[in-house]
């Protein structure tokens, strides 16, 4: 029988606010993409970023344009030549996974990572003047790892200090959201080294970073908007110790499942990271984590309402996704 798409626009509100060095929101706007066969069903989510040029209106039509592809028989290798990387061709191919796993009886966890286990998540602080910083780190001092955001203009180093004295016994992610520059970086870095900071995620802008080939590194250093494919990273070598993959800048598991494994070949750490997004989204993610050596999949803790059936969380544990869920 042949698939059937449809799309879901949907919104949900973040508890409180959600503010990095571009701005702040209160709800995630999220696009679904569903296959159906007639019997089975797929589902893949997807969050639209304006950074990379995409919109909600813009994603949604460019899922709808696949429907006579879809329905031919597309599959997941082809769907790569067929569409950019980005949030839409993200949403298609993980509803491609997840359709295949129902119609097949296989778990995606079977062909991927069949030892799948709970994961330690960061769970991400909003930007804010260093005394709000620190009362977000002391009320989750608990959690063995923070993603703390910075890069707004301001003094980043008061803001990674307070955090560091309110969460003394927290491993820390600094995420500059390419709000360093030139001038602070090697300042910045070496006060992130000193405060026991573990991993700098893109602290200059995408394709204004060469300066990382000339300066220290006392902290490992991770490229986020830097990176969106497999094919990218030859080119950041010297730059970056280590890459954020998201589903929805790589286009899908199957091509960060690529960028994964070049990014272990070129010794490179690998970080697997979200938008602000619901359990659906981040499902395929925990998958694609394990045996990552950074995992951020807090966006649903960052949400006031998540799906149902959604993903078990306890504390800062993620456990991998059950079938009714996805996958």
Same mark, same amino acid.
């Given at each position: +029988? ?7 626009? %949907? ?35 997807? /969050? ?7 919109? /909600?209106?813009? /994603? ?5 344009? +696949? ?8 599959? =997941?290798?082809?769907?790569? &030549? ?6 839409? =061709? ?45 009362? *977000? ?5 608990? =959690? ?24 003394? *016994? ?7 959201? %390419? ?22 995620? *893109?602290?200059?802008?995408?394709? =204004? ?31 970056? &110790? ?28 690998? +970080? ?9 989204? +981040? ?11 950074? /995992? &951020? ?16 969380? %306890? ?5 991998? #996704?059950? #079938?009714?869920?996805?996958?």
């Amino acid at each position: +029988m042949a698939r059937v798409i449809s799309v879901e626009v %949907e919104k949900f509100p973040i508890a409180g606010s959600f503010t990095i060095s571009r701005g702040s929101k209160t709800e995630a706007e999220v696009v679904t993409c569903i296959l159906r066969d007639g019997t089975n069903s797929g589902r893949g989510e997807c /969050v639209p970023y304006g950074r990379y040029g995409e919109s /909600v209106e813009g /994603v949604r039509a460019a899922i709808e344009a +696949m429907a006579e592809r879809i329905s031919a028989g597309l599959d =997941r290798q082809s769907l790569l &030549d067929s569409m950019p990387a980005g949030a839409a =061709r993200n949403a298609v191919d993980c509803a491609l996974w997840d359709l295949e796993a129902k119609a097949s009886g296989k778990p995606v966890r079977s062909l991927i990572a069949p030892d799948a286990g709970p994961l330690e998540t960061a769970y991400t602080l909003s930007l804010a003047a260093p005394d709000e910083m620190a009362r *977000q780190a002391s009320l989750n001092a608990a =959690r063995p790892l923070l993603k703390v955001k910075i890069g707004g203009g301001g003094d980043d180093i008061a803001r990674i200090r307070a955090v560091r004295e309110a969460a003394p *016994q927290s491993r820390l992610i600094i995420d500059a959201n %390419e709000g360093w520059t030139d001038e602070n970086v090697e300042r910045n870095l070496t006060a992130a080294a000193e405060l026991g900071v573990a991993l700098v995620e *893109q602290p200059l802008p995408a394709g =204004r970073d060469e300066i990382l080939r000339r300066i220290a590194h006392p902290v490992a250093i991770c490229a986020d908007e830097s990176v969106h494919q497999a094919a990218d990273l030859d080119a950041l070598a010297g730059l970056y &110790d280590a890459v954020n993959i998201k589903l929805d800048k790589a286009g899908g598991l199957t091509a960060a499942l690529l960028l994964r494994d070049r990014a272990r070949a070129l010794g490179m750490k690998v +970080m697997v990271g979200c938008m602000v997004g619901t359990s659906l989204a +981040m499902a395929p993610a925990v998958l694609l984590a394990q045996g990552a050596d950074f /995992v &951020d999949l807090d966006g649903p803790l960052l949400l006031a309402r998540d799906r149902n059936p959604n993903l078990l969380y %306890e504390g800062s544990v993620v456990f991998p #996704p059950e #079938p009714g869920l996805w996958g």
